[in-house]
């Protein structure tokens, strides 16, 4: 039996955030193809070795990219914690989530000690507004290419959204596809809601449409795509506006208005009965990487899914997402009312296909 590891940024759980939804999900389809990896705690490490060692070893990773001192000497403290690593526990395959900051040297220390890489990064951060380079301190998105650089060791990068799958290919990165579906608790979770909301379909019809927005807040992305949103709508006429998700309290000073309910974040029964009650969802975020993980989830719930192109990516094709390029065309969906019905969306084949590589790199 090979001798797996593996490291997550993110604790799995299938009712958690958009990363440890992603996680759990992983988890699961390792646990398909019968793989047993252990973590990889290179947290609690305390890496051997001088201040001073650590920094030259730094400043040689970067003498052509103008790092801070700080950053000199955490780059060669956490090499120095990856070689402990691998020197101590001889892995014979890595796999790799926590595709950030300094984890990123991760691919650089196992690819000189010839440890295989499977990289599922939960998006590329290089592509994230507000993102800075550990390395060379520049803004997103000027740092692309020294992510890509790290992911280029790698054998295998999954990636979650079509978009990244695509770039990853054409910079030379054998790359695949893995869209994100729930884990089988999740899964469970929103087929219900499904099964109730086609209960309630011969309910009387109101006169007002509740249109929820459901999110992870802390991401700013999210944060600054939805306050955008809500100045364009906050006055519609015979619209109740329903916020719900991680950090989502944050909005409840700055709209007010009687049809607009902030709920901040809900237990799994509270977040059941919105999706339930709701008539659609309305999704817009900023330019950023990855893929959204609720709008797959929405759609599973049976709920229509309204979105702009960028919270769109990898799912347009998909029955039951409506997308629009401008705030008119929001409006003009709104208002006519006529949403698209989700179709039951089913396990993807990219999994299974993830599941048969997984089961080439490990099968003895």
């Known amino acids: 039996m090979p001798n797996i590891y593996k490291h997550a940024h993110f604790l799995p759980d299938a009712f958690g955030h958009g990363g440890n939804k992603r996680a759990s999900q992983i988890d699961h389809l390792l646990s398909e193809a019968r793989i047993e990896a252990k973590q990889a705690d290179l947290s609690n490490t305390i890496a051997t070795g001088s201040k001073l060692s650590f920094y030259l070893s730094g400043l040689q990773q970067t003498k052509t990219l103008r790092a801070g001192n700080k950053n000199n000497y955490a780059i060669g403290r956490y090499k120095a914690i990856f070689e402990q690593f691998v020197k101590q ?5 890595f796999i790799w989530e926590s595709t950030v900051e300094y984890n990123l040297l991760l691919a650089e220390v196992l690819y000189k000690h010839h440890v295989p890489v499977v990289a599922l990064p939960h ?29 280029k060791l790698c054998k295998k990068v999954f990636t979650i959204s079509r978009e990244e799958h695509w770039l990853l290919s054409n910079y030379g990165i054998d790359a695949a596809y893995l869209p994100y579906y729930p884990a089988p608790a999740a899964e469970d979770f929103l087929k219900q809601i499904r099964q109730k909301r086609e209960l309630a379909s011969n309910k009387t019809e109101n006169t007002e449409q509740n249109i929820l927005l459901l999110g992870t807040f802390h991401n700013q ?22 916020i719900a998700g991680f950090g989502s309290e944050v909005l409840k000073d700055k709209f007010p208005a009687e049809n607009i309910r902030v709920w901040g974040s809900v237990d799994n029964n509270t977040l059941a009965q919105l999706i339930a009650d709701s008539d659609c969802a309305v999704i817009h975020q900023q330019p950023s990487g990855g893929a959204l993980t609720r709008i797959p989830e929405l759609l599973i719930a049976g709920l229509p899914v309204i979105a702009n192109t960028h919270a769109a990516r990898s799912c347009d094709l998909v029955t039951g997402i409506m997308v629009y390029d401008s705030y008119d065309e929001l409006k003009a969906i709104l208002s006519s009312g006529n949403f698209t019905q989700p179709s039951v969306l089913k396990r993807p084949a990219e999994e299974q296909r993830f599941i048969s590589y997984m089961k080439t790199l490990t099968t003895v």
């Not at 526990?89 to 395959?93: A, N």
């Not at 951060?125 to 790290?150: R, T």
């Not at 992305?221 to 519609?236: H, M």
């Open 221 to 242: 992305p999210t944060l600054t795509g939805f306050s955008e949103l809500l100045q364009q709508i906050q006055t519609i006429k015979g619209i109740n506006i329903h």
């Open 89 to 93: 526990h001889k892995p014979d395959l």
């Open 123 to 151: 998006n590329l951060e290089s592509l994230v507004a507000g993102n800075k380079s550990v390395f060379s301190n520049k803004p997103s998105p000027q740092w692309l290419f020294e992510e890509l650089d790290y992911l």
